[in-house]
């Protein structure tokens, strides 16, 4: 259930009933952070400051005083190796009665918002600001899509293959990516392969920074060119 039927009415039908029946279940209570399916609009839950509204009530509390004993928090639900842990071992353990767990991670939407005009204000004040991007290597990828499969990620999609010896389209992330790295985590614990990358995208660099770019670029243009070069010449 999501944070918001937690608190509308899921805390007592849901919960509570699996207290009192003595339910041998799991329940995975998805907080983040906002009502999301009706706006973004804070509840007992949310991190956010409210002037008008009490927050910063933990659902783990109220799990715990209706009686539920076991209860694990994830704090970052992207570290899918956590949450695939926390699932396998409330499906195997002995311990009997109903378990929650509580998968916490900000609506990534509502992060936007709230960080955009921020990120913006500081770019035009010329201050150093750095964002995280994921992307995929092109010589890497083997144009599977499995991970896009798995991931359903929308930043997710497919370009032409660079490679001309190769026709199956590769995986790509486009702009729209909010540097959630979820793609990789799910392609990482799959063992799927190792083409994503993550890059730091650095705004109003200093001096030194802008000169390492400059070499950094000079270095791996050449060694572009060369390996262009050397793929042509097979190429048929």
């Known amino acids: 259930m999501g944070d918001g039927g937690f608190w509308h009415n899921g805390l007592t ?10 339910d041998d279940s ?3 209570i998805v907080d983040n952070g906002y009502s999301a399916a009706t706006g973004g609009q804070d509840i ?4 956010a400051d409210n002037r008008v509204r009490s927050t910063r009530n933990p659902i783990e509390k109220a799990v715990r005083g209706i009686g539920v004993d076991w209860v694990r928090s994830i704090n970052r639900t ?3 190796r956590k949450m695939r842990d926390a699932l396998k071992e409330a499906l195997t353990t002995k311990e009997t009665g109903p378990k929650v767990i ?7 939407l509502n992060k936007q918002r709230r960080e955009k005009p921020l990120v913006r204000a500081a770019i035009k004040q010329g201050r150093r600001v750095v964002r995280e991007r994921f992307g995929i ?9 499995s991970c896009i499969r798995l991931s359903g990620c929308p930043s997710l999609s497919i370009k032409p293959n660079p490679d001309p010896l190769r026709q199956d389209p590769i995986a790509h992330v486009d702009n729209s990516c909010v540097g959630c790295g979820l793609c990789g985590e799910v392609s990482h614990a799959a063992v799927l392969c190792p083409s994503f990358y993550r890059a730091d995208i650095v705004s109003n660099p200093g001096a030194w920074e802008r000169f390492t770019s400059r070499i950094r670029q000079a270095v791996i243009g050449f060694l572009q060119t060369q390996d262009n070069r050397a793929r042509a010449a097979r190429a048929f």
């Open 44 to 47: 007992l839950s949310s991190r």
């Open 78 to 80: 992207y570290d899918l």
């Open 13 to 22: 039908s849901g919960i509570g009933n699996a207290v009192f029946n003595k």
């Open 137 to 145: 290597d092109p010589d890497t990828c083997t144009g599977d899509h």
């Open 26 to 28: 799991v329940t995975l």
């Open 102 to 108: 509580i998968a916490q991670s900000e609506c990534m």
